[in-house]
């Protein structure tokens, strides 16, 4: 079964253009989130969502951030004017409801790298 | 106030032998769980095991094993009869609150586990 993809896999952008990262949950799954991952760091969350509802933006960084779900399916996350300390891996993951006991299904990431 | 803790950034571990990497937490919810994410090389995060704030018992999946010491706030991950392809980031993390609209997972800094034949 297929797994959460994302792409691109790689990245490479010059300072200040704007750049788009896709990510394809499995089929099914309701709830999507974005973390982003920074050299030798942990994950850092950034947006959240949940069906219908409103997403939770709490950990977008900057109103330079933003994140769309269509459909309830592809997510999209743009990053506009990007910044060198934007270059990061950014994971989608993706996860079946809202139990409590919420297993969340990682993609393979998009590097990100800033020039 | 940093909410999951990893201390050791760098575990060496001979081949069979089994390893401890430990994880502590702060919350003030009553209502919290705590996951257990390895990430190899691939970059790629999978799921290992997951314990919640009321089980009694400590959850256990195949070789791993999760000591949790709910009054110290510690959920130390245990992989027993280490194998060479354990070599990877392990990374500790908790979701905290009882509604099911907070979903963010918070994870710690990571620990490095090397396997060495």
């Known amino acids: 079964g297929a797994g959460v993809s994302q792409s691109p896999s790689n990245k490479v952008t010059e300072k200040g253009k704007d750049v788009e990262l896709r990510c394809d949950p499995i089929?099914?799954?309701?709830?999507l989130y974005w973390y982003r991952q920074s050299l030798g760091q942990g994950l850092e969350f950034l947006i959240y969502?949940?069906?219908?509802?409103?997403?939770?933006k709490s950990g977008l960084p900057s109103d330079r951030f933003s994140a769309e779900r269509t459909g309830g399916s592809v997510s999209t996350l743009t990053i506009q004017r990007t910044q060198q300390e934007d270059s990061a891996v950014y994971l989608c993951?993706?996860?079946?409801?809202?139990?409590?006991?919420?297993?969340?299904?990682f993609g393979p990431g998009t590097r990100l790298t800033v020039l | 106030a940093q909410k999951i803790t990893q201390t050791q950034p760098g575990m060496f571990v001979q081949e069979k032998e089994a390893v401890t990497l430990d994880c502590t937490y702060d919350t003030s919810d009553q209502s919290y769980g705590l996951f257990w994410y390895k990430q190899p090389s691939s970059g790629e995060m999978i799921f290992l095991i997951y314990q919640g704030s009321y089980d009694e018992q400590n959850a256990t999946e195949g070789r791993y094993s999760l000591n949790f010491q709910k009054a110290r706030k510690s959920a130390n991950l245990v992989i027993s009869a280490s194998q060479l392809g354990d070599s990877a980031m392990y990374f500790c993390?908790?979701?905290?609150?009882?509604?099911?609209?907070?979903?963010?997972?918070?994870f710690g800094t990571g620990t490095r586990l090397l396997v060495s034949p």
């Open positions: 993951a993706s996860s079946l409801g809202t139990g409590f006991f919420n297993e969340q299904f």
């Open positions: 089929s099914g799954h309701t709830a």
């Open positions: 993390a908790m979701r905290e609150g009882k509604n099911t609209g907070f979903q963010k997972l918070v």
């Open positions: 969502f949940q069906g219908n509802s409103a997403p939770d």
